[in-house]
Structures are given as C-alpha cells and as structure tokens.
C-alpha cells in the first residue's frame, strides 16, 4: 500500500505555491506509505541546450562543495544548488558524459533525472520529514507528482523510493504490485535498458518510456501496458507539459481527482485533497478502470 499525490496548476498566479499547496497533500498520505517519499517538480524549462540533472549522495557527509567545484571545472554548469544530501546541477553539457565522469570520479553520486523540467528529491523517512529536509513547500513550479511509500516487495532505500524517471522530463509513481517485473525487465534489458534498483516500478517506468521511444504517444504507451502489464496498478505520471493517472482493468487501487478552473488534484484519498482552496466546488471523480486521464499545462 502507498500513496501517489499530484498537482497540475492551471492558474499561472499560483504556481509559486506548488510546494505549498502540494506538502499537506503528501503528509496526508502518511498511512499509506510511512517509509520513504518524494517528489518530481516540473519548472519552467532551462535554455536550449542545457540540462538540469538531480543527483543524490547516500554518504550524509558527503562534500559537496568540493565536488561542486570539480564539477564545475570539468562541465559546463550555470547553476548548482545543494540541499543536504541533493543537488540541482544545471549544464550544458552531454548529461551522458556527466554520468560517465561521475561513475569514474564519484560512483557514490546518483543521478536521479535529467531534463529541461524536472527536479526530483526521494529518501526514506516520514513525508513531512522528507517533505522539511528538502523544504518542499518553497518549491515552486507548474505541476508536481509525490509519492508516499509502503514496502511491501523490496527493501526500503533511496533507490527503491518514488518517483522514478526514465529518460528527460518523465517521472511515474505507483501505488500496487506487479506480478511481472522480472520479465519486464529481461525483455528491457535485451534492449539496452539499465536497471538501477530492484522495484517492480522502475520496470513500468522504464517500459512505458521505452513504448514513447519507440514512437508511441502516453496515451497508447499506457494502452500496451493493460495487455503486458499482470498486476495491480494506479500510475501517475509526469512530463513536461502533462500529468496523466490511469487504473488497472480491475480498478483494484484507489483513486480521486478534483478539478477546478484553477488546478487539477489527483490522491489516493480525498483527505490529501480536502484542503485545497476551492475543492468544495471542485469536479470530484475516481479514474474508471483502464481509462487514460491527461492533462496538459497551459
């Protein structure tokens, strides 16, 4: 059991109180997933050409402000913001050459995402503890995907932690289990793709990006998961510009969405949704079984 949250803020005026507006939605998923939490903050786009990678150290007293400078010497960086053991790196170098040199100089320092967008924090502990190690509710942003976390088939660790990327600009959560994960990933890495924890959710995540790397839309990536996919699932799922949610055929995890004319809200629960401003008026509704929900940022 688990607890996935989203936000997508339609109304330009509130996007600086994302982290806000997004925290209490987090906490309330406290039950559902006291183990380890994080979130996927989508931001305006850096320039053409840059990348902003989000990378994780497990060594708590790691010096960053030595690497800070290495990194500099060696890549392109314009921007590089440190938070305890997080760092937001924005370059315009190749991200591949940054993973190759920080295996060969760093191999304690993980990559977390790479993207335009994206900024991403996980690590184990409870939401509002990770939610205040990282200062979440200053964060700012269009759209927003957390997830809360209760382990159930792989031990409890950063890496195991959500959300988890794939590719630039793409996050997904997940609140279920798949029965399949290990064919997934055979059959992925026969293609060429890198695992790097041991949860069945890096297989979805990494099957539906290799699906749009193929050349098929979320849409229909998510259409080929209902026949390969054996298990029980509600995905939430970001991209630059879209927050999308869907269900297993069965329905079996739950699900609620608030629309208003100023966001769209998106829980386990609606407690992580009862404190949003104008959510009494709000379009209520739970996802239908095997049904596509998207929404894109204006």
Request: net charge negative; hydrophobic share 40%.
């Amino acid at each position: 059991m688990c607890g996935i949250v989203g936000l997508l803020l339609k109304n330009r005026a509130l996007r600086p109180q994302l982290g806000e507006l997004m925290v209490p939605m987090l906490i309330g998923m406290t039950e559902r997933g006291p183990d380890s939490s994080g979130m996927a903050v989508f931001t305006d786009r850096v320039a053409v050409g840059d990348r902003k990678i989000s990378l994780y150290c497990k060594e708590r007293n790691f010096a960053w402000p030595s690497f800070e400078g290495l990194l500099r010497q060696h890549h392109g960086v314009s921007r590089c913001e440190i938070k305890v053991n997080h760092c937001i790196v924005t370059t315009d170098s190749d991200p591949q050459q940054v993973r190759e040199w920080l295996a060969r100089e760093f191999p304690a320092v993980h990559v977390l995402s790479v993207g335009r967008s994206i900024d991403l924090y996980k690590d184990v502990g409870l939401p509002a503890a990770v939610a205040d190690r990282y200062a979440f509710k200053r964060l700012s942003g269009t759209h927003v995907v957390g997830h809360t976390r209760m382990a159930t088939e792989s031990a409890v660790t950063p890496e195991n932690a959500h959300p988890y990327t794939a590719g630039e600009d793409w996050c997904l959560v997940h609140n279920g289990s798949l029965a399949n994960p290990g064919s997934i990933r055979r059959k992925l890495e026969k293609l060429g793709s890198r695992f790097e924890s041991d949860c069945d959710t890096e297989g979805a995540c990494r099957y539906l990006h290799w699906r749009i790397q193929s050349g098929d839309t979320l849409e229909t990536a998510l259409e080929h998961a209902f026949e390969d996919f054996d298990g029980f699932f509600t995905f939430l799922m970001g991209t630059e510009n879209k927050l999308a949610v869907v269900r297993d055929p069965f329905a079996c995890k739950p699900a609620v969405v608030a629309e208003t004319d100023d966001y769209v809200a998106i829980a386990s629960e609606f407690r992580s949704l009862a404190h949003l401003p104008g959510v009494k008026h709000a379009e209520l509704f739970e996802p239908k079984p095997a049904e596509v929900y998207s929404w894109t940022v204006q």
